[in-house]
């Protein structure tokens, strides 16, 4: 299926900040020093996203021009903000929507560093084949239990590649009401961890991960599915997901699965990073 109409692309920002304000913690303008992640509304579709260890998943903005230009004075806006909260460096990911050569001069212009992209996917609820097979005799699937959730941190954290203080992070994650989260098994041993956020007709795939020492054996794709039917089940119409895309230094694994479970690129989300 095409998705030719700007909306959807404006639809997988807004799912996206969405997921995020539903886990994270209001930021009140002292920024705390565990392991959460705090959101402040800095319009109706832009989100700061900050935390005090210094990745940049934790400390970025989303939405930037989608409501008003990017111009200099909003950046320096930013710029205000991340420095108040300590933070030595922070990302704006921009939306294809808004980044254009005058957008793009005006971040250089006020020393951001494009770093990368990240790739938006998006699958349609009538493409999910609701019929297929998710397990096998090594690999099981179930929602989540509380019990579950020590050790799906400790597989986030672990296959991120984050600072142990973000174990706090992904329990509150697992531990949010508006998202839900399934276990991957392989052999009956906890190995995998995939969740699935859902407002509307819209639903957001994220934190998924597999334990290294069980990788290859199909968990990933078996959490996708599983989280597939249950977005068809409550009624949406749309999928979102997002991967690092691939580079010949990274081959993004996570990129392939989600090209081999039949998700269409919507498009590369521009990192720039500005470093105080």
Known sequence: MSFPDDQIKISAECIEMDAVKNFCKPYKG???SDG??????????CLIVLSASNILLGNRILG????SPITGDLLKEFISIYKKAGRPKFMIQTSPLVLNEKSKAVLEENKFIHKGNWAKFVKSAEDVNTESVIETNEVKIRKSDEKDFKVL??????SFGFPPEMS??????LN???????TGFLNDKISGSASVYIKGELAELGAAATAESARGHGIQSALIKSRELFAVKNNCKYLFVETAEPTPEYR??????????GYTELYRRPNYVFNF
């Not at 930037?64 to 409501?67: E, F, N, P, S, T």
């Open 168 to 173: 706090v992070m992904c329990l509150a994650l």
């Open 252 to 261: 993004a694994p996570s990129y392939r699965n989600m090209i081999k479970s």
């Open 153 to 158: 941190s400790e597989i986030l954290t672990g």
């Open 64 to 67: 930037a021009g989608l409501d």
């Open 30 to 32: 002292d920024l705390p």
């Open 36 to 45: 959460n992640i705090y959101y402040y509304e800095f319009s109706p579709e």
């Open 176 to 182: 949010s009401e508006g998202w839900t989260t399934f």
